[in-house]
């Protein structure tokens, strides 16, 4: 992979041992263009901030996208300072608190059980109000019998904690009838973490629409929006690419209801190319047969390969500078293991990957780091350093 010149520049002034996150607001830009531009017009586009929460990636997806999508009371917090212009709050195991929280911020809620909306219209009678006055608009998350797709995690036409069970739609939609103070205005049906099928997710969109629709039908909703929520795929160790184009073709010509609106709320897509994860190498060791780079920094700071188990391609970034009066250790022509600093067989980066030349000192650059990097890794675990966290 080639490196950006400012991810080079920020680097390469970053200070020793080298251990850092390069965030890149120009790619941030271009993947929300790239998004839009496969979108059928008027659909709406959040960002889903638990990709990546650094402060100043959400202002700028606040800026360029129609909002954000929150998923706790702290995602909450860092969109209200980011100045989004529209906020939607989801996930499952909402407190009291960040219900109140998220109605006082003027969000849209994705209920995801009858019990938790009644304790938002509980948490109504106890004095939050929606700022534009009215009643609070709700989407009710479903957990679909059909409406699976193929990706890394699957959350519907499944057993999994999310959404209410599309067999007990009618028990909430009563539910939601008599709770007051809250408006039914659609439904959410994100479904599947990292696809790569275009294809299938424009078909997928396609069969949510007329779904909702006819579950609108069916139940006497008021349909106002649709959330598909995210999950459109980003695939780290190989070639493969989710498709936009065909993404645009596959949507072309989707007709929605008069007055109802298409959301889309992807958080990996749009953040992972603009990441970076940079760590020096501290040493090179050869045990067993296997070679190893050791280097400061590892998966209690870019935990997805460790999570999903997959090797994560670097780039060898050369550092000359080599300050101690003894030969520098280096490999030629083989392959190594990317290892990081913690005492655990299992904080490994990269599995054999072939490197022309490798040096202690040299840094290891592992691109499209930019969504669930950071942010979903165990940074207490061995007290290390955390890494610097650049903004170009
Ligand atoms: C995680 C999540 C998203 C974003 O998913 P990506 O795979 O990052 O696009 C969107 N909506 C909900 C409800 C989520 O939980």
């Given at each position: 992979?080639?490196?950006?010149?400012?991810?080079?520049?920020?680097?390469?002034?970053?200070?020793?041992?080298?251990?850092?996150?390069?965030?890149?607001?120009?790619?941030?830009?271009?993947?929300?263009?790239?998004?839009?531009?496969?979108?059928?017009?008027?659909?709406?586009?959040?960002?889903?901030?638990?990709?990546?929460?650094?402060?100043?990636?959400?202002?700028?997806?606040?800026?360029?996208?129609?909002?954000?999508?929150?998923?706790?009371?702290?995602?909450?917090?860092?969109?209200?300072?980011?100045?989004?212009?529209?906020?939607?709050?989801?996930?499952?195991?909402?407190?009291?608190?960040?219900?109140?929280?998220?109605?006082?911020?003027?969000?849209?809620?994705?209920?995801?059980?009858?019990?938790?909306?009644?304790?938002?219209?509980?948490?109504?009678?106890?004095?939050?109000?929606?700022?534009?006055?009215?009643?609070?608009?709700?989407?009710?998350?479903?957990?679909?019998?059909?409406?699976?797709?193929?990706?890394?995690?699957?959350?519907?036409?499944?057993?999994?904690?999310?959404?209410?069970?599309?067999?007990?739609?009618?028990?909430?939609?009563?539910?939601?009838?008599?709770?007051?103070?809250?408006?039914?205005?659609?439904?959410?049906?994100?479904?599947?973490?990292?696809?790569?099928?275009?294809?299938?997710?424009?078909?997928?969109?396609?069969?949510?629409?007329?779904?909702?629709?006819?579950?609108?039908?069916?139940?006497?909703?008021?349909?106002?929006?649709?959330?598909?929520?995210?999950?459109?795929?980003?695939?780290?160790?190989?070639?493969?690419?989710?498709?936009?184009?065909?993404?645009?073709?596959?949507?072309?010509?989707?007709?929605?209801?008069?007055?109802?609106?298409?959301?889309?709320?992807?958080?990996?897509?749009?953040?992972?190319?603009?990441?970076?994860?940079?760590?020096?190498?501290?040493?090179?060791?050869?045990?067993?047969?296997?070679?190893?780079?050791?280097?400061?920094?590892?998966?209690?700071?870019?935990?997805?390969?460790?999570?999903?188990?997959?090797?994560?391609?670097?780039?060898?970034?050369?550092?000359?500078?080599?300050?101690?009066?003894?030969?520098?250790?280096?490999?030629?022509?083989?392959?190594?293991?990317?290892?990081?600093?913690?005492?655990?067989?299992?904080?490994?980066?990269?599995?054999?990957?072939?490197?022309?030349?490798?040096?202690?000192?040299?840094?290891?650059?592992?691109?499209?780091?930019?969504?669930?990097?950071?942010?979903?890794?165990?940074?207490?675990?061995?007290?290390?350093?955390?890494?610097?966290?650049?903004v170009v």
């Amino acid at each position: 992979m080639t490196l950006p010149a400012s991810v080079v520049a920020a680097v390469r002034t970053a200070s020793t041992p080298v251990c850092a996150y390069v965030y890149q607001r120009q790619a941030l830009a271009a993947a929300v263009a790239a998004v839009r531009e496969a979108l059928p017009a008027g659909a709406g586009l959040l960002y889903a901030v638990k990709a990546n929460g650094h402060p100043e990636v959400v202002a700028q997806f606040a800026g360029r996208c129609d909002g954000l999508e929150v998923a706790s009371g702290g995602e909450l917090a860092l969109a209200v300072a980011a100045g989004a212009r529209r906020v939607a709050f989801g996930g499952p195991g909402k407190t009291d608190d960040e219900l109140a929280a998220a109605v006082r911020a003027g969000a849209v809620l994705h209920v995801e059980s009858v019990g938790e909306l009644r304790r938002l219209a509980w948490t109504l009678g106890q004095g939050a109000r929606w700022p534009g006055g009215g009643r609070v608009p709700v989407a009710v998350r479903v957990n679909r019998a059909g409406g699976a797709l193929t990706g890394s995690h699957q959350m519907t036409g499944a057993a999994t904690p999310f959404g209410v069970d599309e067999a007990q739609l009618g028990e909430f939609v009563t539910a939601a009838g008599l709770a007051p103070g809250v408006r039914l205005v659609g439904f959410h049906l994100h479904a599947v973490s990292n696809s790569l099928d275009a294809k299938a997710y424009a078909a997928f969109v396609r069969e949510a629409v007329a779904w909702a629709g006819a579950a609108a039908g069916q139940h006497g909703v008021d349909l106002r929006m649709v959330n598909v929520g995210g999950g459109l795929g980003v695939d780290y160790a190989g070639g493969e690419r989710f498709d936009l184009g065909a993404l645009r073709v596959g949507l072309a010509g989707l007709e929605l209801p008069p007055g109802v609106e298409l959301v889309f709320e992807p958080g990996r897509f749009l953040a992972a190319d603009a990441g970076w994860y940079a760590a020096q190498v501290l040493d090179l060791k050869r045990t067993h047969g296997r070679w190893f780079a050791v280097l400061r920094g590892g998966t209690h700071h870019f935990r997805l390969p460790a999570a999903w188990g997959y090797s994560h391609p670097f780039t060898v970034l050369p550092v000359d500078r080599w300050p101690y009066p003894f030969a520098r250790p280096q490999v030629v022509g083989v392959e190594v293991d990317a290892v990081g600093e913690l005492c655990t067989p299992r904080d490994v980066l990269t599995r054999g990957q072939r490197v022309d030349r490798l040096r202690v000192g040299d840094v290891l650059v592992f691109g499209r780091a930019g969504a669930y990097g950071w942010d979903i890794s165990h940074h207490e675990f061995l007290r290390h350093p955390k890494p610097a966290l650049i903004v170009v």
